[in-house]
């Protein structure tokens, strides 16, 4: 995302001060969200942007495309997991093209580390097959408790301060989540998103995915 200045709080033009957004993060408890990024080599301390500023808002679309892509197949992983018959509760999501990954509470005995790692690749790549559509709903707070731990208690859903839940079911598996997302698994085949690795250590697992060119 990338921001420029358009006009004041007045009406006037603030110069030329753009910032190109990396990351976006919301505090729960406050509401309060924060875009960090890099300000522009050009822009001078005098046109930096000040509250009340109105600024335009470019979108790169092949980058959103691709981190929809990317967080999309980081549930997908989820999906997967549950298709192998794996009730882990899920503690992490790391949906960044700089090696992304699941992690999830609890650890798989050494023999049976490869074997769940090709069960999954293999469910993986079937739920891209099956084409199936993602959905996102907002919820009262006990329907999104029963949607997101109807198979296992997965979610712990008391951090949420707000009665309205926004619940994305991709591939079948419900969770909490505020991300941007592709129309349906199949979306993720051109580029060739899969399981590429399982890990445990310290009652951790964490299981990294990619597209072709990154594994």
Not at 63 to 86: F, K, N, P, W, Y
Request: net charge positive.
């Amino acid at each position: 995302i990338t921001l420029c200045s358009s006009s004041n709080g007045n009406g006037s033009s603030n110069g030329n001060a753009s910032a190109r957004i990396e990351k976006v993060t919301i505090d729960r408890a406050s509401g309060i969200v924060t875009h960090s990024g890099r300000i522009s080599a050009t822009t001078t301390p005098s046109s930096l942007f000040d509250a009340g500023d109105k600024v335009k808002v470019r979108v790169d679309p092949d980058r959103r495309r691709i981190l929809s892509e990317c967080h999309t197949a980081g549930h997908v992983v989820d999906a997967a997991m549950s298709r192998c018959g794996q009730t882990f509760p899920p503690t992490k999501g790391y949906h960044f093209l700089d090696g992304p990954y699941v992690e999830y509470r609890g650890t798989v005995p050494p023999k049976e580390r490869p074997r769940l790692l090709e069960l999954l690749k293999t469910a993986f790549q079937d739920l891209i097959n099956e084409d199936i559509e993602t959905t996102i709903s907002t919820l009262t707070k006990e329907d999104a408790e029963a949607e997101c731990n109807r198979l296992a208690q997965n979610f712990d859903l008391s951090e949420y301060d707000e009665n309205a839940i926004r619940v994305v079911t991709v591939a079948g598996f419900a969770c909490p989540c505020g991300g941007t997302h592709v129309r349906s698994t199949h979306e993720l085949k051109q580029r060739g998103w899969g399981v590429t690795a399982l890990k445990c250590k310290k009652n951790v697992i964490r299981v990294k995915y990619g597209t072709n060119s990154s594994s």
